[in-house]
T-cell receptor, first 112, second 113 residues
C-alpha cells in the first residue's frame, strides 16, 4: 500500500510554539501533499512537494521530504489557535498521479 | 477564489434507494475525484476521472457506484442501492493537471437510514 502514516496521531501545544508532524509512506512517489481539515469541513490544500524537492516553504509552513527514508515532515511555526485542525499527508504512486491516498491524519490542538 | 461546489450539503436516504451527489468543479480544471470519509475515520479514495473516463478507482468503488460528467460543468457520483455503511461525508475534488494539488468541495454528508 502507498498509504502515508502520520505521526503523532494527536498533538497539543501552546499558542506560539512550533508544531511538527511526520508522515511515512511505503512506495515510490511523484508528489506528496499536505492538507488541513477543520472539524466537519472540507480539506484545504496546504503544500505539494515533488519527489525531486527536499524542502518547501509557504508562509509559516515548512515541508521536508526525504525519499530515501520515505518520509516527510510538516512544521508549523509560531502556531495560532486557528491552526487547530487535522493535518493529512497524501501521496500518489510513481505509476499513477491519479490515485492520491490520504494518511489517517494528525489532530493538532493549539491552546490559546 | 474559485471553488468546488457540492450539493446537497446533507442528504438522508432510505437503505436501498439510489442517490446522486453533485459537484461543480472549478471551470478550467480537467481532473476530477471523489473521496469519502466515514465519521471519525480517514479520507478514502474512490475514483478519479479524466477525459470522460475513469482513470483510477479503489476497491470501494464497486458496481454500486458510478460517475458521470453529464455536461460541461457537473460531475456526479451515483450510488445505485445505498447501504447503511455508505453513510459518510463525500468529497469532490478537482485539479487543473495531474500532479498538482486538489481543490476540495465542502462535502455532502450522506446518511443512510
Amino acid at each position: 500500500s502507498q498509504q502515508g502514516e502520520e505521526d503523532p496521531q494527536a498533538l497539543s501545544i501552546q499558542e506560539g510554539e512550533n508544531a511538527t508532524m511526520n508522515c511515512s509512506y511505503k512506495t515510490s512517489i511523484n508528489n506528496l501533499q499536505w492538507y488541513r481539515q477543520n472539524s466537519g469541513r472540507g480539506l484545504v490544500h496546504l503544500i505539494l512537494i515533488r519527489s525531486n524537492e527536499r524542502e518547501k516553504h509557504s508562509g509559516r509552513l515548512r515541508v521536508t521530504l526525504d525519499t530515501s527514508k520515505k518520509s516527510s515532515s510538516l512544521l508549523i511555526t509560531a502556531s495560532r489557535a486557528a491552526d487547530t485542525a487535522s493535518y493529512f499527508c497524501a501521496t500518489d504512486a510513481r505509476t499513477s498521479y491519479d490515485k492520491v491516498i490520504f494518511g489517517p491524519g494528525t489532530s493538532l490542538s493549539v491552546i490559546p | 477564489e474559485p471553488e468546488v461546489t457540492q450539493t446537497p450539503s446533507h442528504q438522508v436516504t432510505q437503505m436501498g434507494q439510489e442517490v446522486i451527489l453533485r459537484c461543480v468543479p472549478i471551470s478550467n480544471h480537467l481532473y476530477f475525484y471523489w473521496y469519502r470519509q466515514i465519521l471519525g475515520q480517514k479520507v478514502e479514495f474512490l475514483v478519479s476521472f479524466y477525459n470522460n473516463e475513469i482513470s483510477e478507482k479503489s476497491e470501494i468503488f464497486d458496481d454500486q457506484f458510478s460517475v458521470e460528467r453529464p455536461d460541461g460543468s457537473n460531475f456526479t457520483l451515483k450510488i445505485r442501492s445505498t447501504k447503511l455503511e455508505d453513510s459518510a461525508m463525500y468529497f469532490c475534488a478537482s485539479s487543473i493537471t495531474q500532479g498538482n494539488g486538489y481543490t476540495f468541495g465542502s462535502g455532502t454528508r450522506l446518511t443512510v437510514v
